[in-house]
């Protein structure tokens, strides 16, 4: 190989990293807006077939489960008055597969004022199928939470709940 053809192939490695990186912060935030929206199957698509969202209230598995979280009444009742903003993420790319660690905070909005309503740091595992990049796990904590620092650090004694999931046999 000589140098110009290691140049170029050095140079779309590192494009293909950084569309990949585009990408993924692009889910992320697609899953947030459509949460805001009360698009329910909008906020699910993002997520896997057997996606996980490991949230410190719950646990959903599966894009029926997502979409039924945002369909809720509870949701659905905060709809047009919500604004959840994701990031900033530190994103770790291996191939197919990347973790995207950060934060997320949630505004409410009601007649006297807008709040902050949540913030917690996150932990999503995403991975590329089709050419597209999908939330295969989110691991979020709220601020104050025992497991929040766990989750921030990505710890290796962390909770197994926190660790990559395993690939597919």
């Known amino acids: 190989m000589t140098d110009l053809e290691r140049t170029v192939a050095d140079l779309v ?21 459509a949460a805001d929206a009360g698009d329910a199957a909008g906020a699910a698509a993002v997520f896997t077939e057997d996606g996980v969202y ?25 709809v047009g ?15 197919q597969r990347a973790v995207a660690t950060g934060y997320s905070r949630v505004y409410l909005a009601s007649p006297e004022e807008t709040r902050i309503y949540r913030v917690s740091v996150n932990r ?23 497991e929040a620092l766990e989750v921030l650090r990505g710890e290796p004694g962390a909770p197994g709940h926190l660790r990559r999931p395993r690939r597919p046999a």
């Open 13 to 33: 490695r590192r494009v293909q990293a950084l569309e990949d990186e585009v990408a993924i912060r692009d889910v992320i935030t697609r899953y947030g807006t």
């Open 124 to 146: 999503w595992f995403l991975v590329k199928r089709g050419g597209e990049w999908l939330i295969e796990r989110r691991v979020t904590r709220v601020l104050g939470h025992a």
């Open 54 to 78: 490991d949230v410190d209230v719950g646990r959903m598995e599966g894009r029926e489960a997502v979409r039924a979280l945002i369909g809720g009444e509870r949701h659905q009742a905060m």
């Open 81 to 95: 008055r919500c604004a959840h903003q994701m990031g900033p993420f530190v994103i770790r790319l291996e191939n």
